[in-house]
């Protein structure tokens, strides 16, 4: 769920997700897992690319939070179409809102 959608950033983000949930996963259980592609593959969702450099906060907060609040359905979308596109999660009016919600 990346919305800055920059060239490349799609190879930079999944790599460091990997090594960072192996060694959460060492640490926390004591034993190895892999987390390759073959085992956890990239899916990238379609969400609104922010159109400034100061709103990815905004923008992850909004993605957890429709994310807890269905974590199955979401999952279930997925894997029936990776392709979704996520952009009615966002409107220039929300991401205004929140602004002004995490200012209070």
């Known amino acids: 769920m990346d919305s800055l959608q920059e060239d490349n950033s799609r190879r930079r ?3 460091p ?6 060694k959460e996963w060492e640490s926390k259980k004591k034993t190895k ?3 390759s592609k073959s085992v956890m593959p990239d899916i990238y969702l379609k ?4 159109n400034n450099d100061f709103d990815s906060g905004l923008y992850v907060l909004r993605c957890i939070e429709i994310f807890l609040r269905d974590p199955d359905g979401l999952f279930e979308k997925i894997q029936d179409d990776s392709s979704i596109d996520l952009g009615d999660w966002f409107s220039l009016a929300l991401v205004s809102s929140q602004r002004r919600t995490i200012k209070d």
């Open 17 to 22: 997700l990997r090594q960072f949930l192996a």
């Open 33 to 35: 897992k892999s987390f």
């Open 47 to 50: 969400v609104p690319k922010q």
């Open 13 to 15: 983000l999944a790599e």
